[in-house]
T-cell receptor, first 114, second 115 residues
Framework: NAGVTQTPKFRILKIGQSMTLQCTQD?????MYWYRQDPGMGLKLIYY???????DKGEVPNGYNVSRSTTEDFPLRLELAAPSQTSVYFC?????????????FGPGTRLTVT | AQSVTQLDSQVPVFEEAPVELRCNYS??????LFWYVQYPNQGLQLLLK??????LVKGINGFEAEFNKSQTSFHLRKPSVHISDTAEYFC?????????????FGGGTRLMVKP
């Protein structure tokens, strides 16, 4: 199994541009998450999903959108990129359903907005 | 809401010395606790987890952690570190009752092992 995969690995955006960060998992996990990691700040939850067609906001959702049309995929959309969105983005998945909450992480996407 | 405090942002230590990375969380109710490790330019990997039962939890790479409910702590320890343990370590907590199994992370501790 590949686990959680993310594309692209790196991206530079200009202010005001848009892009979609892709995330796919092949573990048949119900739950998926998007985090951003800023230096010295740990991980902050952007959005999460408990199943196909269901999404909800996390701690820092402003400036982002998500969709979950399939169990496997959970893309994160940035509209009108701003320098404050420069960060490393991690996607994660979890079996869910009252189990241990252990999350499995992808390798991350490093995004720079200039 | 839960909060997690990792008291040391950086911990320098010499190779083969013992190390303890400290983690305190805010809630006194039942929690699940995790330690993750992040090697440079990689995603997070699970080191160990506490769900219930024995308060001493053993993980991968010789790490262990002790759950202390009265002090709301979950400190990570290793008796003898290697250069390869140089990484960022994150403590995380989850409320078993939360609908999305969400994790709250601490700010991280950078372990720097020196030869």
């Amino acid at each position: 199994n590949a686990g959680v995969t993310q594309t692209p690995k790196f991206r530079i955006l200009k202010i005001g541009q848009s892009m979609t960060l892709q995330c796919t998992q092949d573990m048949n996990h119900n739950y998926m998450y998007w985090y951003r990691q800023d230096p010295g700040m740990g991980l902050k939850l952007i959005y999460y999903s408990v199943g196909a067609g269901i999404t909800d906001k996390g701690e820092v959702p402003n400036g982002y959108n998500v969709s979950r049309s399939t169990t496997e995929d959970f893309p994160l959309r940035l509209e009108l990129a701003a320098p404050s969105q420069t960060s490393v983005y991690f996607c994660a998945s979890s079996p869910g359903g009252g189990l241990s909450s252990e999350q499995y992480f992808g390798p991350g996407t490093r995004l720079t907005v200039t | 809401a839960q909060s997690v405090t990792q008291l040391d942002s950086q911990v320098p230590v010499f190779e083969e010395a013992p190390v303890e990375l400290r983690c305190n969380y805010s809630s006194s109710v039942s929690v699940y606790l995790f330690w993750y490790v992040q090697y440079p330019n990689q995603g997070l990997q699970l080191l160990l987890k506490y769900l219930s039962g024995s308060t001493l939890v053993k993980g991968i790479n010789g790490f262990e952690a002790e759950f202390n409910k009265s002090q709301t702590s979950f400190h990570l320890r290793k008796p003898s570190v290697h250069i390869s343990d140089t990484a960022e370590y994150f403590c995380a907590v989850s409320d078993p009752g939360n609908a999305g199994n969400m994790l709250t992370f601490g700010g991280g501790t950078r372990l720097m092992v020196k030869p």
